[in-house]
């Protein structure tokens, strides 16, 4: 008969380590002729405990006979040792582990084969003495739950701590784009704040970023733990996002700890146990990297993952209490049932309690939307509500935080050209430089032909204007060859540099991607005139909470910057009326030009008219315009018809008009205070 070998792992000289070691030899005295047992205590050998994924002590793992078995816990529960590690009553061993432990001892010879061998290295003199020093800082947490009354009270006293030790909470910014404006400067610092969030939510992604842009920007390493999928896998998903993290890993800065599930850590219980393995190697890890943030993922594949919930529950807390006094700033995620239920699964959020963000990934129609909520941050100041946010490529989470939004932009008195002269006289001189305007109209009323007017009145301007042209309906080839028709070259514009156009189908992305990808392409171009072409393009994609979000956000960012802007926007009928368009753009823009159709007599011509000019005088008339090789050119107005901007144009007759013209008449001398215009009809 040859040796079992076993290893025990116990962390420190517990009760737990204590009864575990005498559960272990009384067993094996009695159920095993030659055995060999190596007890490591993970405090001292941590590196030992990551090799072999040990997370709860008492741990006793089986090397051989192959296969490997695993038990956790005190031991007190002898038939489930037994079972756990396929020992029968009579110390006898499965077929498969028999022929296992023949082959591998030929491979052992050097073993030290005794009836015992207990080898329980006591801790370092200097090691022993910092975590005495600690538990003296730190209220002390059972490791072994005895009853919940007394977790209570141990998490009130910590509580109360955290509560009073000071009393200004210093942020930490994530370096999350779009987060930190939200979070008002970052997370707390030197606290533990739960991510929760259901699938799909980007509760991994949240949690990589935060410790790839602490290196990136700040030059904090980081570790990040697993509970679910391995470093390989992890590895190759951040690559996608241009995070080098075996490069890291490489330099010292990034580290894992791996306690993801695998084939051979299938365990089975007996007795009680805590998490100070895991523990031990999360300390192991922040001391080899001189980490300032750690990240877990996910909390959930804990409780997965042993049978006992309260211990678990109790152990988190434990190990949120150590991170806090390792002096690190923490992420942890937990799995949410759904997006407006409990915060978490297993209700952690009782135990980590001290800040809780919500990920959301919430189906509007047939589109997911994610968005970001602070639910509360403890001694802390945040922005409230939900905020949207997206993923892209080799960028990760982006937020849009429109609460970074301010109303204090500088108003610019410089007047520019629309692109067309009479236009520019019927808006008393032009557009504002930093206005941002709506065109409004039918299919085929000359909204595109407008935009590409203000994209090429850009280089009557001195010096001329750069300009850039979002198109969501129309093609890139379609786009130029228009615009020659109307006698402006593209082509010529592009080749000059003052000219940029970008089309996509809004369907090929969410609202909060394109928002994005737009301000992108405008910083790197740097334009002064931008005309999107159209937004009902982009509405029919979205709810009308986040297509307000969209143009809100756009709008803004276009007047921070002094760009000239103009929208254009489909009327649903031929003939005009209102638009949902319209009914969410036009409150946030400065100036409103409509183009109807109107029948006279059997002949569909076209009409223009400013309806709004914030800040400024405008003609009020309704103006024939047509479209030639030229473009657009503006006449008179019309005369004997009414109903045209409701989109039922009427023939009123020349006495009609006189008649009514007279009820409203006045001195020639007389002028509107509104507008400076004479009101008699001319």
């Keep these: 008969m040859r040796p079992v070998v076993l290893t025990l792992y116990v962390c ?15 067993m094996c005295e009695e159920q095993l002729s030659e055995y060999k047992i190596k007890t490591v205590d993970v405090l001292d050998h941590p590196e030992l405990a990551e090799q072999w994924q040990v997370m709860a002590t008492p741990a006793v793992v089986k090397e051989l006979p192959p296969p490997i078995r695993r038990v956790i816990g005190d031991l007190s529960d002898r038939e489930r040792v037994l079972v756990g590690l396929a020992i029968d009553r009579e110390g006898r061993f499965s077929a498969i582990d028999r022929e296992g432990l023949v082959t591998q001892l030929h491979e052992s010879k050097d073993l030290d084969v005794r009836s015992a061998a207990f080898v329980f290295s006591g801790e370092p003199p200097d090691r022993r003495e910092e975590r005495e020093d600690a538990k003296r800082e730190t209220p002390a947490v059972a490791q072994t739950p005895e009853t919940s009354k007394g977790k209570e009270i141990e998490r009130e006293g910590v509580e109360e701590m955290t509560q009073t030790a000071n009393a200004v909470v210093d942020k930490l910014p994530t370096g999350i784009p779009g987060f930190d404006q939200i979070a008002m400067g970052g997370v707390p610092k030197g606290r533990t704040t739960l991510v929760a969030g259901t699938a799909g939510s980007a509760k991994t992604v949240f949690a990589s970023q935060f410790l790839a842009e602490g290196l990136q920007q700040f030059d904090e390493p980081g570790v990040f733990v697993t509970f679910e999928e391995t470093p390989d896998d992890i590895r190759q998903n951040l690559n ?9 890993e490489r330099d010292g800065k990034w ?17 009680d146990y805590d998490l100070g393995a895991l523990i031990a190697r999360v300390e192991y890890a922040v001391r080899k990297v001189g980490a300032k943030r750690v990240s877990l993922d996910s909390l959930g594949a804990v409780f997965a993952r042993f049978e ?30 759904d997006d407006y239920g409990r915060i978490s699964r297993f209700g952690v959020e009782e135990f980590v309690a001290d800040n809780v963000v919500v990920l959301r990934n919430v189906l509007e129609g047939e589109k ?17 509500g939900e905020w949207p946010f997206t993923i892209l490529e080799n960028q990760g989470i982006v937020g849009v935080p429109l609460s970074s939004i301010r109303l204090d932009q500088v108003s610019s008195d410089h007047r520019i050209s629309c692109g067309v002269e009479t236009l520019d006289e019927l ?38 204007d750069r300009s850039m042209l979002f198109a969501f309906e129309e093609s890139r080839e379609q786009l130029f060859r228009n615009a020659h028709g109307w006698g402006i070259e593209f082509g010529e514009m592009e080749e000059a540099g003052k000219l940029v156009v970008d089309c996509n189908y809004p369907e090929v992305s969410g609202l909060e991607d394109h928002l994005i990808r737009i301000k992108s392409l405008i910083d790197r171009f740097q334009p002064r005139r931008v005309a999107i072409d159209s937004l009902s393009a982009l509405q029919r994609i979205a709810t009308p909470k986040t297509f307000r979000e969209f143009v809100i956000g756009l709008s803004c960012y276009l007047k921070e910057r002094e760009i000239a802007a103009l929208f254009t926007a489909a009327t649903p009928d031929l003939m005009g009326g209102s638009s949902l368009t319209e009914a969410h753009v036009s409150t946030m823009t400065d100036s409103i030009i409509l183009l109807r159709y109107v029948e006279i007599y059997g002949e569909m011509r076209r009409g223009i008219t400013v309806l709004k000019m914030r800040g400024s005088f405008h003609v009020k008339d309704i103006r024939e315009f047509t479209i030639d090789h030229e473009g657009m050119h503006i006449g008179k107005r019309f005369r004997n018809v009414s109903g045209i901007l ?31 215009q004479h009101a008699s009809p001319r």
């Design 368 to 384: 997911r939307r994610r968005t970001v909520e602070i639910l509360k941050f403890r001694g802390c100041t945040h922005q409230k």
């Design 427 to 464: 808006c008393g001189g032009g557009f504002f430089r930093d206005s941002v305007t709506l065109v409004s109209g039918a299919t085929g009323t000359g909204k595109t032909l407008l935009g590409t007017h203000f994209v090429a009145g850009g280089l009557s301007e001195q010096p001329a």
């Design 255 to 271: 580290t894992f700890v791996d306690a993801s599930p695998q084939p051979e850590d299938a365990h089975s219980e007996a007795g």
């Design 308 to 337: 006992d919930a309260p211990t678990v529950r109790g152990e988190l807390f434990r190990l949120g209490v150590e991170l806090k006094r390792m002096n690190v700033t923490t992420i942890m995620t937990a799995e949410r049932e």
């Design 240 to 248: 996608a996002f241009g995070w080098p993290v075996e490069e890291w």
């Design 12 to 26: 420190g000289e517990t009760n737990h380590s204590q009864l575990a070691i005498t559960n272990l030899r009384s």
């Design 646 to 676: 409701k989109g039922e144009p009427t023939q009123v007759s020349p006495d009609v008009v006189e008649r009514v013209g007279t009820l409203f008449r006045v001195d020639d001398e007389s002028v509107n205070e509104g507008d400076g």
